[in-house]
């Protein structure tokens, strides 16, 4: 049983900053891969960023590239979001999540176990 806790939303203009925090606790935080998922009002969960537990190899989604960057503090137990160049598109409920499988860094929701509550992001335009 892993227990995740986001925090660091809030509302922010456009083109401002935001660091997101993810801390999980239960089991041991380098069993997992972690990832950022984010749902807008009326839309699918998408993901955002993800980051493998040892290598801490990195993955992002096209529209996140080059703005955003996901790291992980073992010692920790908590994952980062940081976010810039923030737009209206990046408005959302952001979520992290785990995914037992350590050693693929996967895009796809079904295949994270454990979700938080989430945090909400809004950028104004």
């Known amino acids: 049983q892993v227990h995740l806790v986001e925090s660091g939303g809030g509302l922010v203009q456009a083109g401002g900053s935001l660091r997101l925090s993810c801390a999980a606790s239960g089991q041991t935080f380098d069993m997992y891969s972690m990832g950022w998922f984010r749902q807008a009002p009326g839309k699918e969960r998408r993901f955002v960023a993800a980051i493998a537990p040892i290598s801490g190899i990195t993955a992002y989604a096209d529209s996140t590239e080059g703005r955003f960057t996901i790291s992980k503090d073992n010692a920790k137990n908590t994952v980062y979001l940081q976010m810039s160049s923030l737009t209206a598109e990046d408005t959302g409920v952001y979520s992290c999540?785990?995914?037992?499988?350590?050693?693929?860094?996967?895009?796809?929701?079904?295949?994270?176990?454990?979700w938080g509550q989430g945090t909400q992001v809004t950028v104004s335009s």
């Open positions: 999540a785990t995914n037992p499988n350590r050693d693929y860094i996967s895009r796809s929701p079904t295949d994270y176990n454990y």
